[in-house]
């Protein structure tokens, strides 16, 4: 199985699992890497500045109900062929909590749901994340390669 460095966003430790890999608990948010063709969309949210869809599980849904959900509010995307890829743990002090990843392929563009939260969205390549993404370091670069990799196998099928 292929291993991941671990990584830093402020005080919290970052480690990435590949699927099969799961979560020993339900979690707390759920991140999407949605793709058309060699871009990837990312948008420009409030206070963490251009990333992919991410947030929240809420009470009542599933960390695939989440993506969707988020997709649609922060990017206006409507998402197909999407599969999980693998989860994040994220340590900081005594707690520990986890993040569902998926990827998906990009159905459709429509109107951003949460223009309170997102000012804006970009289809981007590979090479242009480094540039601009929030929070960019090994960890982050090969769990997009990951993704990519994932999405591109599944398609071969």
Known sequence: MKRFPAGQYGRQRLQFFAAPFRAPIRAFAGLVFP???????????????????????????????????????????????????????????????????????????GEIGMKEESQGRKLVTMAELPEMYHLWNDLTRMVFEHSKCVLDRCHEK
Do not use: F, H, M, N
């Open 35 to 109: 793709w058309q063709g060699d871009r990837v969309l990312v948008a420009d949210i409030l206070g963490r500045g251009w990333c992919i869809p991410s947030g929240r599980v809420e009470p009542t849904e599933t960390s695939l109900d989440a993506v969707r959900r988020e997709a649609q509010e922060e990017a206006g995307a409507t998402l197909k062929d999407i599969q999980y890829i693998g989860c994040y743990q994220i340590s900081e002090r005594q707690e520990v909590r986890w993040a569902d990843c998926y990827v998906a392929r990009i159905e459709c563009l």
